[in-house]
């Protein structure tokens, strides 16, 4: 079964809310589980197409395995200083532990982002990991920055 890594068009937009779908239920913000705007999730993922990032899909020979969304975005001191954030990373789980996809999709990300960042229309660039990923992102030139921790209304 061949494995490709490809920039998703907007006759993509189908799978590409299939797998966030997926990805939502996943999530550890529970909001993000019953609360989905379709509207503003195909105009969003219309307008990264068209050039505010960039959306990679991973498909084999039946299916497609899974994504990785970037989005360019203004720094909040600076608006003339962009960076480039990874904003959805998502494998389906079959294919998280038998295959190097998710490997390639994130090096598919740190590629584009580079040229990016050397071409001048990114100054930096982020990636989130989850607590239990065990891939160490420093290996390809990123540091720690910061960590995020999450609160939810409980009522």
């Not at 084999?60 to 395995?65: L, V």
């Not at 720690?144 to 939810?152: G, N, P, T």
Request: proline share 4%.
């Amino acid at each position: 079964m061949t494995t490709e890594i490809r920039q998703a068009r907007r006759w993509d937009l189908e799978a590409i809310v299939e797998l966030l779908s997926e990805m939502s239920q996943e999530s550890q913000i529970q909001a993000l589980k019953t609360n989905f705007n379709m509207p503003y999730v195909n105009k969003f993922l219309l307008e990264i197409m068209a050039g505010r990032g960039c959306i990679w899909l991973a498909e084999n020979d039946q299916e497609e395995m899974g994504i990785l969304i970037a989005l360019r975005v203004p720094n909040i001191w600076n608006p003339e200083v962009m960076g480039i954030s990874e904003i959805a990373y998502y494998l389906r789980p079959q294919y998280r532990s038998t295959t190097l996809t998710a490997g390639r999709l994130f090096h598919t990300y740190n590629r584009w982002a580079d040229q990016e960042v050397q071409a001048g229309r990114a100054a930096y660039i982020t990636y989130a990991r989850l607590p239990d990923s065990n891939y160490d992102p420093e290996r390809v030139g990123y540091h720690l920055a910061e960590q995020h921790y999450l609160k939810e209304r409980t009522n």
